[in-house]
């Protein structure tokens, strides 16, 4: 019944390496974004879809890229991995208003 | 630049008080603005949403203010309870498209 779901809830993982984090939203959402919270606590957008398609792409780099087969999906995948890059990753939807957010994927680059 | 800003320290608070946080903004004009809660280990969860054109905003035990003037909300948990500890975070709409741009958050720490 969870309404905002991210896969995996941890990854830990070497430099170099390509890996994938999954979100899936239940709730019906027209748009899904991706944040990502550094070791400050900050949350700062990285993308935002609508019905599939990327309407924000901030200042990421191009390593990064989203993928949404479906208005219900938004995956996120990372190429050559970095240590700049542990963080915690979120994903989230709504519709207008407030956002419902996923529990998190802890990422650890080692 | 653009800064939205949350006071770094932790607020300790006696239980059943009110807590008081304070969210500033410089160089945005938001349509609305959102409070969040988190707790550790956990994603953000909504809480209460104030647009432009609205002073205040309760939802039980919480209550948020809006001044566009001063650029500030401030909210509120009244008779607080060891459970409202947490971090909660305030939320500005930068776009327009329902963008959201996130303070650091300010920690609660109600004492039993």
């Known amino acids: 019944d969870t309404a905002v779901s991210q896969t995996p809830k941890y990854l830990v993982t070497q430099m170099g390496n390509d890996k994938s984090i999954k979100c899936e939203q239940n709730l019906g959402h027209d748009t899904m974004y991706w944040y990502k919270q550094d070791s400050k606590k900050f949350l700062k957008i990285m993308f935002s879809?609508?019905?599939?398609?990327?309407?924000i792409n901030e200042t990421v780099p191009n390593r990064f890229s989203p993928k949404s087969p479906d208005k219900a999906h938004l995956n996120l995948h990372i190429n050559s991995l970095e240590l700049g890059d542990s963080a915690v990753y979120f994903c989230?939807?709504?519709?207008?208003?407030?956002?419902?957010f996923g529990s998190g994927t802890r990422l650890t680059v080692v | 630049s653009q800064k939205i800003e949350q006071n770094s320290e932790a607020l300790n608070i006696q239980e059943g008080k009110t807590a008081t946080l304070t969210c500033n903004y410089t160089?945005?004009?938001?349509?609305?603005l959102q409070w969040y809660r988190q707790d550790p280990g956990r994603g953000p969860v909504f809480l209460l949403l104030i647009r432009e054109n609205e002073k205040e905003k309760r939802k039980e035990r919480l209550k948020v203010t809006f001044d566009t003037t001063l650029k500030q909300s401030l909210f509120h948990i009244t008779a607080s309870q060891p459970a409202d500890s947490a971090t909660y975070l305030c939320a500005l709409d930068i776009s327009g498209n329902n963008r959201l741009a996130f303070g650091k958050g300010n920690q609660v720490v109600v004492i039993p």
């Open positions: 160089n945005y004009s938001p349509a609305y």
């Open positions: 989230a939807s709504s519709v207008q208003g407030g956002y419902t």
């Open positions: 879809y609508n019905n599939k398609e990327l309407i």
